[in-house]
């Protein structure tokens, strides 16, 4: 007999209960099944009618929705695989009590998992364009970095979510427990004969397939565009998904299937920049030596800026907005890089890419890859090799993204942080770029006047959400302070700042600067890989270096080199782009990993390596910033690309991207 209903909330267990008494013993089992699979239903609908521009220019909104059940039910088939295991233990008259409250413990922390992940989606949407994904994790890892920024940009929304989730899951528990009230139990024959065919259906339900491979989220992917196709699955699939192949990085391009490590090398030393070298190690397959275009009797120092989050977005001449005009300025006097492309969408896999010249593979940066903590190549250790002192400089907190432990480890001699600062002004991140400079001035001076030869690596943060930066430096670009546009203009300001000052200083006329941006703030579009969004701005400067434009495309992994060849450093490393110095005419590449997609651009083709299906080849307009995909690609551009994203796994695996031991 029912208890009559004398609430919303009773009316609903009433129903939920009624619904669910023919399950006995798994009765809780399927009202799990059941409330996800609404739960997930309702969100996906939402952000779907939210996307709605983009989904309907797909033209399969039912089937992403009939599609979506079906990556809905696979989700649910992990949360309900351990009630299905215990039910044979526990599911009796004599431990009913035990059962139900198990159900309704373990039904509740699922649902509120459930929603906490989907109510997250679209932030995280809003900011890198995808459902959660192995970003979210690594954003886990640096707690008091994330609630920092919660708190300061955020602060109204995260009370709000944790008041929401407290109460959510109160009703939940409250709901279940009401709705298991008259669920009984079956006998034990009954149950244990039943019991074997469950786990049999459960385990299909995982599988979702009778193919020789059990589905996984490239199986969703039925769309040019990764955003739509992310809306498919759901968002804790998606996190569960990105961990497990967290798990199994050293391996991480395969999931683009074999290819025959013996074509590896051959088709990466091609290149025509690579092709007449002197490669002179069978054990590290890529060492060779470079011979410095630029001769001189002193290698000039060197020093990097790396500015967070700059992307061509927000540089007029490259087709942004103007709010960078003192890097539009700065322009005009040095290496101009008109089609430069970043790696990646994380501040580490710039750093890779700048400062180690590694390319991108679908693991996570080797900034935070346990192999490569020592004996990994950078520039702070061939030049520390050659005399160099060598340090890294950055407002915020050296150890996150794991940059102390991987500097520290792999060449640089100095770290100088927020702990060795006075800042004026502080926000989530740590001192703002205005205080980064001004110690970073400091530093140069005293290198400067050591008399050693000196490289610094200058990492920006101000343009980080929540964008905070001190009042009275710009006019503002956004009536409301706190914007990206904001931020990147006080960045710029700062940085203009910085290279006024250092242009009075005796170092500038022996020194080479680097300005790039590690990536852009946001990567999004209707496109499976957005490329215009990995358009960066990239502008060497400093000592006799002459006003150029570099208008073929670049990549960041070919800056490394062409600083070494303008610096007259003639050296032994591992590198694989190109000297920009020797040769800026012939047509180049770039190499962009996106999620799980990696894009092998060369001219207006783009080759897209998709895990689990078949290459796709794209065309690329640069001056509109689209991409159109259909198509096979050339046999050769997917050697290119195969072997370009393979060579870092096997590098990185086997320890081989590293200078040989001293001589």
């Not at 030393?269 to 890529?286: G, I, Q, V, Y």
């Not at 990646?344 to 991108?360: K, L």
Request: hydrophobic letters at 45%; one cysteine or more.
């Amino acid at each position: 007999m029912f208890y009559r209903p004398e609430s919303r909330l009773t009316r609903c267990a009433a129903w939920l209960a009624r619904l669910t008494l023919w399950a006995g013993p798994f009765a809780g089992v399927m009202q799990l099944l059941l409330l996800g699979l609404l739960i997930f239903s309702l969100s996906r609908a939402g952000l779907m009618a939210w996307q709605w521009t983009r989904v309907s220019a797909t033209g399969i909104p039912g089937e992403m929705l009939v599609q979506g059940v079906r990556a809905d039910l696979i989700l649910l088939g992990y949360l309900i695989v351990l009630p299905v295991v215990l039910a044979p233990l526990l599911a009796y008259q004599k431990t009913l009590r035990v059962w139900k409250t198990f159900n309704v413990i373990w039904g509740t922390v699922a649902l509120v998992l459930i929603i906490f992940m989907e109510l997250s989606t679209p932030q995280f949407i809003m900011q890198f364009d995808i459902r959660p994904n192995r970003l979210f994790i690594e954003y886990l890892s640096y707690p008091t970095e994330v609630i920092a920024t919660l708190w300061h940009g955020f602060r109204i929304a995260l009370v709000l979510g944790i008041v929401f989730t407290v109460l959510l899951g109160t009703t939940i528990y409250k709901l279940l427990k009401a709705a298991s009230v008259d669920i009984t139990t079956w006998r034990p024959l009954p149950l244990l004969l039943l019991w074997p065919l469950l786990v049999l259906l459960v385990a299909f339900q995982i599988r979702s397939t009778m193919a020789h491979r059990p589905a996984n989220p490239s199986m969703f992917a039925l769309t040019g565009d990764a955003m739509v196709n992310s809306l498919i699955i759901n968002s804790p699939w998606s996190v569960l998904d990105a961990y497990s192949a967290m798990s199994h990085e050293a391996n991480s391009s395969e999931i683009y299937g074999k290819y025959p490590r013996e074509k590896v090398l051959p088709t990466v030393k091609s290149a025509p920049w690579l092709r007449d070298l002197r490669f002179t190690s069978a054990d590290l397959p890529t060492l060779h030596k470079q011979e410095a275009v630029m001769k001189r009797e002193r290698p000039l120092n060197l020093v990097i800026v790396l500015e967070e989050s700059l992307g061509a977005t927000f540089v007029q001449s490259l087709g942004g907005l103007p709010v960078t005009p003192e890097l539009e300025k700065l322009k005009q006097d040095g290496w101009w890089f008109e089609q430069l492309y970043a790696t990646g969408t994380r501040s580490v896999r710039g750093i890779e890419a700048v400062v180690a010249g590694y390319p991108p593979t679908p693991a996570r940066s080797v900034v935070k890859l346990s192999l490569s903590q020592q004996n990994f190549y950078t520039l702070a250790a061939g030049l520390g090799k050659q005399g160099y002192h060598t340090e890294f400089v950055y407002g915020g907190e050296a150890h996150f993204d794991n940059m102390r432990g991987f500097f520290t480890g792999n060449g640089f001699q100095k770290v100088v942080d927020r702990r060795d600062m006075n800042p004026v002004f502080e926000g989530s991140w740590g001192a703002s770029d205005e205080d980064l400079f001004n110690k970073s001035l400091e530093r140069l001076k005293t290198l400067h006047d050591s008399g050693k030869p000196f490289f610094s690596l200058i990492f920006s943060s101000s343009n980080h959400e929540p964008f905070q930066f001190p009042d009275g430096r710009i006019t503002l670009h956004d009536k409301e302070k706190q914007t990206v546009n904001n931020a990147v203009k006080y960045a710029d300001y700062a940085l203009g700042r910085f290279i006024a000052e250092a242009r009075k200083q005796d170092y500038w006329k022996d020194t080479v600067f680097l300005i790039v941006a590690d990536h852009d703030n946001r990567v999004y579009g209707d496109s499976l890989v957005p490329i215009n969004k990995f358009h960066i701005p990239g502008l060497i400067l400093g000592a006799d270096v002459k006003p150029k434009t570099i208008t073929t495309i670049a990549s960041q992994i070919d800056l490394a080199p062409t600083l070494l060849s303008l610096m007259g450093v003639s050296s032994e490393h591992p590198m694989i782009g190109r000297d920009l110095a020797r040769d800026s005419d012939t047509p180049g590449r770039a190499l962009i990993q996106f999620d799980n997609y990696f894009a092998w651009l060369e001219g207006s083709s783009a080759t897209i390596l998709r895990p689990g299906q078949a290459p796709l080849l794209g065309n690329y307009d640069a001056a509109t910033g689209v991409l159109t995909t259909g198509g096979v690609p050339d046999a050769a551009l997917v050697d290119k690309a195969m072997s370009h994203v393979v060579l870092p796994s096997i590098l990185y695996r086997e320890q081989r991207y590293k200078l040989p031991p001293a001589r």
